[in-house]
Antibody
Framework: QLQLHESGPGVVRPSETLSLTCSVSGGSTISNNYYWGWLRQPPGKGLEWIGTIFYGGSTDYNPSLQSRVAISLDSSKNQFSLNLTSVTAADTAVYYC????????????WGQGTPVTVSA | EVVLTQSPGTLTLSPGERATLSCRASQPVKSNYLTWYQQKPGQAPRLLIFGASIRATGIPDRFSGSGSGTDFTLTISRLEPEDFAVYYCQHYQPSPLFGQGTRLEI
């Protein structure tokens, strides 16, 4: 059974870089049928897509975050990562990694989420 | 860019009642890419319905989806206590976007 697990610091200082890793088990990140993505949910608010990556390396980012976001994938470790630079309090959220199924463009498996607070 | 608007924002019902949740797109969208998720407090979203009307694996048949074009509906025929949660619709045009959610409360 596919499982995703986010890891990274729970607190990041303003202006610094938020770095998270998603470890995938029970399946491979090397697939023609799936992308791998990051989403977030600020406290008490809805879901926001951050970006996705294909194992071949192609990426797609939310235009509102594009200048600050980078997603990478390490297929040898079966992991993918998120870097978000120059964070502010507005980046405080629960961050989820998820698998994007390509035929219906939906997120079919999610990590449990990791809370990140931007605070000095 | 497409905007998904869900209504109502909050729906208050009792177990055993029928729930009807709406997701309206600002322009016609492909039904094949219309998805519904359920999210309970402290949990990740859970895939419910995809392709506007296809139940995901393990989803009870009291959940159903319908619609096309700009108007989509999630119906829960008889509410169980575990169904009280927040529901999101999602599309992908040209990138993933979500509605703001409907909170279903007792």
């Amino acid at each position: 059974q596919l499982q995703l697990h986010e890891s990274g610091p729970g607190v990041v200082r303003p202006s610094e870089t938020l770095s998270l890793t998603c470890s995938v088990s029970g399946g491979s990140t090397i697939s023609n049928n799936y992308y791998w993505g990051w989403l977030r949910q600020p406290p008490g608010k809805g879901l926001e897509w951050i970006g996705t990556i294909f194992y071949g390396g192609s990426t797609d980012y939310n235009p509102s975050l594009q200048s600050r976001v980078a997603i990478s994938l390490d297929s040898s470790k079966n992991q993918f990562s998120l870097n978000l630079t120059s964070v502010t309090a507005a980046d405080t959220a629960v961050y989820y990694c998820a698998r994007l199924e390509y035929s219906h463009l939906l997120f079919d498996h999610w990590g449990q989420g990791t809370p990140v607070t931007v605070s000095a | 860019e497409v905007v998904l608007t869900q209504s109502p924002g909050t729906l208050t019902l009792s177990p055993g009642e029928r729930a009807t949740l709406s997701c309206r797109a600002s322009q016609p969208v492909k039904s094949n890419y219309l998805t519904w998720y359920q999210q309970k407090p402290g949990q990740a979203p859970r895939l419910l319905i995809f392709g506007a009307s296809i139940r995901a694996t393990g989803i009870p048949d009291r959940f159903s989806g319908s619609g096309s074009g700009t108007d989509f509906t999630l119906t829960i025929s008889r509410l169980e206590p575990e169904d009280f949660a927040v529901y999101y619709c999602q599309h992908y045009q040209p990138s993933p976007l979500f509605g703001q959610g409907t909170r279903l409360e007792i």
